[in-house]
C-alpha cells in the first residue's frame, strides 16, 4: 500500500519559483514510487483538473504543455522516495491546489499515453498543495 503527500506550495510573487515534492510512504516495498509513473496536476477553481507532467518509472518525461513550456520541470530522487515539480517564473495564472498521482500499471519508458485524461485512472492521489502567486 502506498501513501503519498504534496509538500513545498505557498504564497510567491509572479516570477518567483517554487519546488514541490511527492513523497510516498507505507509498508514494505510497496511505499516506493520507483514502482509507479507519477504525474503532477494542478486544478484552479471552477477549472478543469490540468495535467502538468509525467514521469514514468524509467524516468521518460512527457511533453510540456504550452502552459508551463520552459518554466516547469518534474524529476524523482529514488534516495528520498520523492517526485519533484520544480516551478520557475511563476504567473498568476499557476495559482491553484497541485497534486501528484501514482499509476503502478504504466509503461517502464514512458507514461500512458492517456496519462492527462480526465478518465485516466490512478491508483493513488496525494491530498494536493496550495499555490497562489500573487503580489
Known amino acids: 500500500q502506498l501513501h503519498i503527500v504534496e509538500s513545498g506550495g505557498g504564497l510567491v510573487q509572479p516570477g518567483g519559483s517554487l519546488r514541490l515534492s511527492c513523497t510516498g510512504s507505507?509498508?514494505?516495498?510497496?511505499?516506493?514510487?520507483?514502482?509507479?509513473?507519477v504525474a503532477w496536476f494542478r486544478q484552479a477553481p471552477e477549472k478543469e483538473r490540468e495535467g502538468i507532467l509525467c514521469?514514468?518509472?524509467?524516468?521518460?518525461?512527457?511533453s510540456e504543455p504550452d502552459s508551463v513550456k520552459g518554466r516547469f520541470a518534474i524529476s524523482r530522487d529514488d534516495a528520498t522516495n520523492t517526485v519533484y515539480l520544480q516551478m520557475n517564473s511563476l504567473k498568476p495564472e499557476d495559482t491553484g491546489v497541485y497534486y501528484c498521482?501514482?499509476?503502478?500499471?504504466?509503461?517502464?519508458?514512458?507514461?500512458?499515453?492517456?496519462?492527462?485524461?480526465?478518465?485516466?485512472?490512478?491508483?493513488?492521489w496525494g491530498q494536493g498543495t496550495q499555490v497562489t502567486v500573487s503580489s
Open positions: 498521482a501514482a499509476d503502478r500499471s504504466a509503461l517502464y519508458y514512458y507514461c500512458s499515453g492517456s496519462w492527462n485524461e480526465p478518465q485516466h485512472k490512478y491508483d493513488y
Open positions: 507505507g509498508v514494505g516495498a510497496a511505499y516506493n514510487l520507483g514502482y509507479y509513473a
Open positions: 514521469i514514468s518509472r524509467g524516468g521518460g518525461i512527457t
